[in-house]
């Protein structure tokens, strides 16, 4: 929008100018403003394509690298996800689903696999509705950071509700985990 205000006011500067000139001289100015024009409005397409490119890219290189710092799961699916944390790899699974007021309670079921408990552990859990293909439509996403009620404890299962408000368990379509991380560990003697 700005370049077609500045193109404008050359165009119209350029015209005023040339205002003792002959008119072909005008015409002739006129063309070549034109083709200026012209040549600007398919460079900035150029540049908006660039951009759009650029941006899918910077979005999978993000992913790959976090990808194992991630937890994608969805209701009936059997098994647990494998997440990367500070201290090592943790378990986790979707245990259950239930309605709850204006949303859900999942049961969120976390396998410490170190020989440390775990303290004060915090996650990023996302959460929202899958496509017809079940991919996750992100831009509907929600999402909240939360710390944990109860420490992990080592070698064991440990199960964590959380509240997903604003999606009943009919249009629950996936829960991601992300950004586990902890204050502190008890290691026994």
């Known amino acids: 929008m700005t370049c077609r205000i500045v193109l404008s006011t050359m165009l119209v500067l350029a015209l005023a100018s040339n205002g003792c000139n002959s008119r072909s001289s005008s015409e002739s100015k006129y063309k070549e403003l034109r083709q200026a024009i012209d040549l600007q409005k398919k460079e900035i397409q150029e540049l908006r394509s660039d951009l759009d490119t650029l941006k ?73 509705a899958v496509d017809e293909k079940g991919l996750p439509k992100n831009e509907d996403q929600k999402s909240k950071e939360m710390t944990f009620p109860k420490s992990l404890r080592p070698g064991g299962w440990t199960n964590v509700e959380v509240v997903l408000e604003g999606t009943q368990p009919t249009g629950l379509g996936f829960v991601r985990v992300r950004d ?10």
């Open 56 to 128: 899918r890219q910077r979005s999978m290189d993000e992913f790959m690298r976090d990808w194992d710092r991630v937890a994608f799961l969805t209701p009936g699916s059997q098994g647990y996800s494998l997440i990367k944390s500070d201290l090592g790899t943790i378990t986790v699974e979707l245990a259950d689903v239930r309605p709850y007021a204006n949303g859900s309670r999942v049961t969120l079921r976390f396998g410490n696999v170190t020989n440390a408990t775990l303290n004060e552990v915090k996650a990023t859990i996302e959460w929202g």
């Open 180 to 189: 586990v991380s902890n204050k502190g560990i008890t290691l026994y003697k």
